[in-house]
């Protein structure tokens, strides 16, 4: 909630310093949680297997840009659809549900976002219809915002740098993403 000047209040403040940690499925597999910013929507991804982490990457194309209005997008990417599962345990379809309203923000590319809040949630591609590239600010990580116990970042670049209007704001961050590996 915030207060009549539009700050977080006190007692948001409290909550963000301890969001909750990635959950639990009936069997005790863990998973992190997603969830908007009122909470209307909400779902979970599993860990990859034998060890090995899922992916994350920055994005600079100019859909992203124009959707999200940011000119550099974290994004859980890649991640299988058979990864992620609603709080009921039910498989990811891509169709909205809870309060998820979806649009094509370019040719073959369907987004998801939430309706009552207007957080990004997904973003889908004909190209690779069998992955979904989960919104990273929605994620909950036990481990933080990076929550790197389940993603491992690409630190070579940021993709789709032509589409970049901010070349020297890509420069910056393409010159310290390194340091996501020791963060």
């Given at each position: ?19 909750p ?26 860990p ?30 890649n ?14 379809d ?66 789709f ?23």
């Amino acid at each position: 909630m915030e207060d009549a000047e539009g700050s977080p209040s006190k007692d948001t403040k409290k909550e963000l310093k301890q969001l909750p940690e990635a959950g639990t499925n009936d069997t005790g597999e863990e998973m992190i949680e997603a969830k908007c910013h009122c909470e209307q929507v909400r779902f979970f991804i599993k860990p990859a297997e034998n060890g090995k982490k899922l992916q994350a990457a920055l994005c600079a194309c100019r859909s992203c840009r124009l959707s999200l209005g940011q000119s550099i997008v974290p994004w859980a990417a890649n991640v299988p659809r058979e990864k992620i599962v609603w709080p009921d345990g039910s498989a990811f379809d891509g169709n909205p549900r809870q309060s998820v309203k979806v649009f094509k923000s370019s040719e073959g590319v369907q987004r998801g976002f939430c309706s009552t809040c207007g957080a990004s949630t997904w973003f889908i591609s004909a190209k690779e219809p069998e992955t979904v590239d989960v919104a990273f600010g929605i994620l909950r990580g036990k481990d933080g915002s990076l929550a790197k116990s389940f993603f491992e970042w690409r630190t070579k670049k940021v993709e789709f740098l032509d589409d970049a209007l901010d070349q020297d704001l890509l420069t910056l961050v393409n010159s310290n993403l390194s340091g996501l590996e020791d963060a």
